[in-house]
């Protein structure tokens, strides 16, 4: 078995407790951009700002990645999200130990979420000297998946704290129906006044139009650097737009967002004029990668694609950060959170999506990510492939992974599919040279 369960509190964060159990060596960096110094800094104050707000005696919160964060932004609260910090601890390899008091002391089936058995087990072994601060109060909404709300009922009772639901409905149509809209609001209404009571953070509607307000702008400039990807060759390496994705889960309303993202579309208007780009080795495929990123393998990921000039340049991430909505309209709000993620809609949205931006980012490939901690985007997945490719005429490969937990990725595996994925390329660029 892998890491040894320590006590409560014993889990540092800093800890590198990879695999084999040794350290990887250090390996020489590029310069970080402006931007991405930022995000570190943004990062560093939401953990610390949420610290010493706890140390007030404030109640901070805990939520899912996709839950309207305009409401808690605009009364003043303090909020964490588990699925990110799930995220970087798998991408510094020090998920084991989670992973095995989950599956051990825990007595969790290791077929659940890997983010939730990173949290489930964090939450019992650790103290608020970590980057996540022990919660008041939980946030979820289901329109990501319907396993988030086992998992924080399950902190509920165990932290015994109340938690906060917004919840959405599968939306079997390519619409979100009228009823839906007004179910969906009505739930919205009534959690600010619920939230607000606990908390007891007054409701500032001016402020909530603010936020509102904030939250567009980053979304419009959120999506204009990713479509600026759509450039050939690409200014920029797409695997660098996993780390900004931190900026919209956690801090979506936010001005220190807005300065961020301004910065990124600087930067690579920048690179655009120079003819430049992030991206380290010349670019002789573009692909699109569809599913979460593989957090415990993301370098050996990039690597790999880079030993053939491949670079990522869409990702089917990119609408669910991007909500959709006018400023001071519940309604139009409520219709965003439900449509966004690509698990609460139906097969032809999320392939006619998928479609749209392989086209439009000139994609030679498809990688899907067959994600095993995320069965529902799974279950879409293999069917996706085929009508995807057949819409497109794009190739397509699929490899086994996790979002975190590094036992169900093998190197090997996606090694040799991306190799005969280059061969199909390949050929598929020379019939086309050729006429």
Not at 79 to 85: M, T
Not at 233 to 251: D, H, I, R, W
Not at 256 to 285: A, M, R
Not at 408 to 413: L, P, R, T, V
Request: hydrophobic residues 35%.
């Amino acid at each position: 078995m892998g890491g040894q369960i320590r006590r409560k509190g014993d889990l540092s964060m800093s800890e590198n407790n990879n695999k084999t159990g040794q350290a990887a060596p250090a390996k020489p960096k590029r310069p970080k951009a402006k931007s991405m110094i930022m995000l570190g800094e943004q990062t560093a104050a939401l953990a610390e700002n949420t610290r010493l707000a706890k140390e007030r005696g404030e109640k901070i919160g805990w939520s899912t990645s996709i839950f309207p964060q305009e409401i808690p932004e605009a009364l003043g609260l303090y909020i964490q999200y588990p699925e990110n910090v799930g995220a970087g601890v798998a991408a510094r390899k020090q998920a084991d130990p989670y992973l095995q008091m989950a599956e051990g002391p825990l007595e969790y089936n290791n077929d659940i979420c890997s983010y939730a058995k990173i949290n489930l087990a964090y939450a019992e072994a650790m103290s608020d000297s970590g980057a996540l601060v022990m919660p008041d109060f939980l946030l979820v909404a289901n329109n990501i998946c319907n396993q988030v709300t086992k998992w924080f009922e399950n902190l509920s009772k165990t932290l015994n704290i109340p938690l906060f639901m917004i919840d959405t409905c599968y939306n079997s149509e390519d619409y979100v129906t009228e009823s839906r809209v007004k179910y969906i609001r009505s739930q919205l209404d009534q959690c600010i006044k619920d939230l607000s009571e606990f908390t007891g953070k007054k409701w500032d509607e001016k402020r909530f139009i603010e936020v509102m307000d904030i939250s567009a702008k980053n979304k419009e400039l959120w999506i204009r650097a990713n479509e600026l990807l759509a450039n050939d060759p690409a200014p920029m390496n797409g695997f660098e737009l996993f780390n900004y994705m931190s900026t919209m889960v956690c801090n979506r309303g936010k001005a220190s967002t807005t300065e961020i993202l301004t910065q990124l579309n600087q930067e690579i208007d920048e690179h655009l004029k120079n003819g430049t780009s992030t991206y380290p080795v010349e670019q002789q495929y573009r692909v699109f990668w569809d599913g979460i990123a593989c957090w415990p393998y993301l370098g050996h990921n990039l690597r790999t694609l880079k030993q053939y000039g491949i670079n990522m340049v869409g990702s089917g991430y990119v609408k669910a950060w991007a909500l959709d909505y006018e400023s001071n309209d519940l309604d139009g709000m409520a219709k965003a959170y439900s449509y966004c993620p690509a698990n609460n809609n139906n097969m032809s949205t999320f392939i006619k999506r998928r479609a749209d931006a392989i086209k439009q980012f000139k994609c030679d490939g498809v990688i899907f990510h067959i994600n095993r901690a995320c069965k529902v985007m799974d279950c879409q997945q293999l069917e996706a492939h085929r009508r995807i490719s057949e819409i497109t005429g794009v190739p397509y490969v699929g490899f086994d992974g996790d979002q975190a937990d590094y036992r169900n990725f093998s190197e090997a595996q996606f090694e040799t599919r991306i190799q005969g994925l280059v061969e199909v390329m390949k050929a598929r660029k020379e019939a086309q040279q050729n006429g």
